[in-house]
Structure formats: structure tokens, C-alpha cells
């Protein structure tokens, strides 16, 4: 192994070892209260190595938030690709597929969520920020993508299918937001399961083409 690829190696040990420590320190003490210098101590490194990797907590924040869309992307490319599949079995995937992302890592999911409806945004490097923005509309387009089936097959009433994709993504995203204001006011965590139930299910009959009106 060379000079220049242990070099490589070692920057991305160190910036792994940055990020679990950022996800600890955002998990016991949230996003806006947690600091860099909070970060740099989990990680048993100086402020200084941290700010070499991130430029600040947003970036930082971004970067663990990155993983959950790309594990979106992953599980999305999964339901369509079930080509035989009917396009209701497909949506009852796809709920399935976005509920397993929560599942998967809550507090990312959470975090991306804030992420997306704020000033962060304008926070991050020009490459991160492509980066997510590319996932993201890589999601929406795959979901877009198996609601048009459904609208080709009549199946589904005829509406604009990327509207169709960015409501179901707002009714999720909404939820679960939702959820967590809940569970921290009232300590109710068993809202979510069932709020999402009944969302998609009023979703589900409104999506379903019933009369030759719905053309």
C-alpha cells in the first residue's frame, strides 16, 4: 500500500469516526443544543480536526443525513424493480419500503427532514448540497415512477404523477414530524404506526380511479 492511498484511508477512518460521534452527541442532546466542540470530544479529537473534515454542524448534520437518502434510494430501486407486480401491490411496498428507512435510523430521518425545510441548506458545501439534492430528486422521481403505472394501467386517477410522489413524501414526512412534537410533549410513541396507517389508507382510496370522471 502506498503513501498517498494510507493517506486516503486514514481520512476516511477519521471522518467515520467524526460522523458516529456527531450521530451519539446529536442522539442525547439534539441537533441545536449539540456543538462542535461537543462532537470533537465524543470523538477524542480537537475542534481544530473537526472543522478539517466539516466546515460546521450543518455540513456535519447533512452528511449523516446523506446516508438515510441513500438507503431511501436503495429500498426505493428495490420496489420498482418488482416489474410483475400490480400497482397497488407496488404501493403497498413502497409504504413498506419508506416505513423501513424510518425504522432504520429515526433520529437521521428526523434530522433530514428539519434539514430539508430550512435555511441549513444554503450552509453546506456545493458538492454535498448536489449530492443530496441528486438522491433526492432520484427519489421522488422512482416513486413518481410507479404511481404513473399505475395512472398507464387505470388504476389510479389521472394526476400528474411527480404531485402524486412529492404528497405521498409530504404525508410521510408530515407524520412523522408530527409523531416526534408528540412523543416529546406527551411521551405517546405509539402515534406514529397508526397515524401513518390511517394516512395512507385515506391516501390510497383517493389515488384509486373509481368513475371515468377521474380522467
Not at 68 to 97: C, F, G, M, T, W
Not at 109 to 124: V, Y
Not at 205 to 215: N, Y
Amino acid at each position: 500500500m502506498g503513501i498517498q492511498e494510507r493517506k486516503e484511508r486514514e481520512k476516511v477512518r477519521r471522518r467515520q469516526q467524526i460522523m458516529i460521534a456527531a450521530k451519539r452527541v446529536f442522539s442525547s442532546k439534539g441537533f441545536s443544543k449539540a456543538t462542535m466542540e461537543d462532537i470533537a470530544k465524543e470523538a477524542e479529537l480537537s475542534p481544530g480536526t473537526i472543522y478539517l473534515y466539516f466546515k460546521n454542524k450543518d455540513e456535519l448534520c447533512a452528511s449523516l443525513s446523506l446516508r438515510i437518502i441513500q438507503y431511501l434510494n436503495i429500498r426505493l430501486k428495490h420496489v420498482s424493480s418488482e416489474k410483475d407486480a400490480k400497482p397497488e401491490e407496488q404501493i403497498e411496498a413502497l409504504k413498506e419500503a419508506i416505513y423501513d428507512v424510518y425504522e432504520f435510523d429515526p433520529l437521521m430521518l428526523i434530522n433530514m427532514f428539519h434539514l430539508q425545510s430550512s435555511e441549513t441548506l444554503k450552509n453546506l458545501s456545493p458538492q454535498l448540497l448536489s449530492d443530496i439534492k441528486e438522491l433526492s430528486g432520484s427519489s421522488l422521481e422512482i416513486m413518481a415512477e410507479i404511481f404513473e403505472k399505475g395512472i398507464n394501467k387505470g388504476v389510479f386517477i389521472n394526476r400528474e404523477p411527480l404531485s402524486l410522489a412529492n404528497t405521498f413524501w409530504a404525508l410521510f414526512s408530515g407524520i412523522v414530524l408530527l409523531g416526534e412534537s408528540k412523543r416529546i410533549i406527551s411521551d405517546n410513541n405509539d402515534y406514529l404506526e397508526s397515524a401513518l396507517k390511517v394516512a395512507f389508507e385515506i391516501f390510497n382510496q383517493g389515488i384509486k380511479r373509481c368513475t371515468s370522471s377521474d380522467s
